[in-house]
C-alpha cells in the first residue's frame, strides 16, 4: 500500500495486488485496516479511526483505492459511485492476444455465476443479464504482450476481465477467464491506473495515477506507452 493523496476528508493509496479491500474469509489484514493504522499512527489518534469503503478491487488486481475519512465524504463518495458519469476510472490490462482493432467499445450483457464467482458475457439479451459497455484503445505492443488502455461506462461484477476474455484477449496470469498461465505472483495484470472526480466536500477536481507494479513487463510496457 502507498499513498497516493489525503487529505481531511479522503485517502487515495494504491493497492498492491495480494492485497484484499476488506476481510474475507482467509483472514487476511485488509487494505481498509492497513490505512487505519496508517491515519491512526500519522496523526496520532486515540480511538478508533472512522474508514469508509467506498468502492472495491479484486484481490490480483493492483491499482488505485479511495477511502472517506469522515461520514460527510462517505456518503457523497457512495452516491457519486452509484450514479454514472461522475467518477472517471481507467484501467491498464497487458493481455497476449492483440486485439482485432487497436481501439472499441464492446457492449455485452454479463450474468454473474455466485457460486463459481465468475461472470458469462453474451451478445445478446437474456434474463438475469446486465448490460455491460467499456472503452478500450491499444497504448503499446511488446513482443509478446499488449498494454490495453480501459475505461469503464458501466461497473459489473469482473466486467473487463470478463468482456477482454470475450473479445479473445484475457488478461495476463487471469486463468478464470482464459489466460493460458498464472503469474508468479499471483496477480492478474491489470491495474487500476487512473481516477479523476470532484472532490465531494471542496468540490475541487482529484486526478490521482497510480504507478504501475514494479515487474519488468509493467516497467516496459508504461515506458513504451509514454513514448
Known amino acids: 500500500m502507498t499513498v497516493l493523496y489525503e ?3 479522503i485517502i487515495i493509496v494504491n493497492k498492491a495486488a495480494s492485497e484484499i479491500v476488506q476481510g474475507d474469509k482467509t483472514g487476511d489484514t485488509p487494505l481498509s485496516e492497513m490505512v487505519k493504522a496508517y491515519i491512526k ?5 486515540p480511538g478508533a479511526v472512522f474508514l469508509g469503503v467506498v468502492h472495491r478491487l479484486d484481490r490480483p488486481v493492483s491499482g488505485v483505492v479511495v477511502f472517506a475519512r469522515t ?5 457523497r463518495l457512495n452516491a457519486m459511485f452509484r450514479e454514472g458519469g461522475r467518477i472517471k476510472k481507467t484501467y491498464w490490462a497487458i493481455v497476449k492476444n492483440r486485439p ?3 481501439e472499441a467499445e464492446l457492449v455485452h450483457y454479463l450474468v454473474r455465476n455466485e457460486q463459481q464467482n465468475k461472470s458469462y458475457a453474451y451478445s445478446s439479451e437474456r434474463s438475469g443479464a446486465k448490460r455491460s459497455v467499456l472503452s478500450y484503445r491499444l497504448l503499446a ?8 488502455e480501459v475505461a469503464l461506462q458501466t461497473g459489473r461484477h469482473h466486467q473487463i476481465r470478463c468482456q477482454l476474455a470475450k473479445m479473445g484477449s484475457p488478461i495476463k496470469g487471469d486463468l478464470k477467464y482464459g489466460a493460458d ?3 508468479p505472483d499471483g496477480s492478474i495484470s491489470l491495474h487500476a491506473r ?3 472526480f470532484e472532490h465531494p466536500v471542496s468540490k475541487v477536481m482529484i486526478d490521482v495515477v497510480a504507478p504501475v507494479p514494479d515487474d519488468s513487463l509493467w516497467r516496459s510496457a508504461e515506458k513504451i506507452a509514454d513514448l
Open 7 to 9: 487529505d481531511n476528508h
Open 41 to 45: 499512527a500519522k496523526y496520532n489518534k
Open 71 to 75: 461520514s460527510k465524504a462517505l456518503e
Open 100 to 102: 482485432a482493432e487497436p
Open 141 to 148: 505492443s511488446m513482443d509478446n504482450y499488449h498494454l490495453l
Open 181 to 183: 498461465r498464472s503469474n
Open 194 to 196: 487512473r481516477i479523476q
